[in-house]
């Protein structure tokens, strides 16, 4: 079972700016391109931190014609192509950001991942998920045989049900689950009833 990684979903061209960008350019850029936060990088194309819409309006607010090193927020959020999503995801709600510049491993900006790209992640087919929980997490990670439990999947909605003869695997089964790209919620209907010996 594998995650996908940032740099499958990640934007493979940012839009940066530099620390002395005025605070109209930064502007038109989130406008043209329709982004919410921009990197602000160094001379060696290093993030040094990021500027949010909210951050020009709350100098806006303020008056004045600064430069995206007065507005930033630093240091830069970041992430690695490498990370899987789960993790991305983690520190994106951890920071309260929408987008995380991604960085190569000379820490130069080679990308950004958006809440939007993983929100495409949730778009996947109900029967990919299906397919991905029956073969994947139920038969080569559990070795539990498919035909003892139901999968089934509605808006990404997975149902479980029918039983397991380890009880020990019912809440891994249901983590296991939750795990899986393009699930939004598990119902498990397990019931655990272990194996009775031969008499």
Do not use: N, Y
């Not at 060696?44 to 303020?62: H, I, M, T």
């Not at 990919?128 to 089934?152: F, K």
């Not at 983590?175 to 272990?194: A, H, I, T, Y």
Request: hydrophobic share 40%; net charge neutral; charged share 25%.
């Amino acid at each position: 079972m594998r995650h996908r990684s940032v740099a499958e979903l990640m934007t493979p061209t940012a839009i940066t700016v530099r620390p002395a960008t005025a605070f109209k350019e930064i502007a038109r850029l989130l406008q043209e391109f329709d982004i919410t936060a921009v990197p602000v990088v160094d001379e060696d194309g290093r993030p040094v931190g990021v500027v949010s819409e909210a951050d020009l309006l709350r100098r806006r607010a303020a008056g004045g014609s600064p430069t995206a090193e007065d507005l930033m927020t630093r240091p830069a959020i970041t992430a690695r192509p490498e990370w899987s999503v789960v993790r991305a995801a983690r520190v994106m709600q951890r920071h309260g950001v929408k987008r995380l510049p991604v960085v190569d491993g000379d820490g130069r900006v080679s990308g950004v991942l958006s809440r939007s790209d993983l929100i495409r992640l949730f778009l996947r087919h109900d029967r990919a998920i299906q397919e991905e929980v029956v073969e994947d997490v139920l038969t080569r990670t559990l070795g539990i045989p498919p035909s003892s439990i139901t999968v089934g999947v509605d808006d990404g909605l997975v149902t479980l049900s029918g039983t397991v003869s380890r009880p020990e695997l019912l809440t891994v089964i249901v983590r296991l689950c939750q795990s899986v790209d393009g699930v939004v919620d598990v119902d498990s209907r397990l019931v655990g009833v272990p194996a009775t010996a031969d008499r």
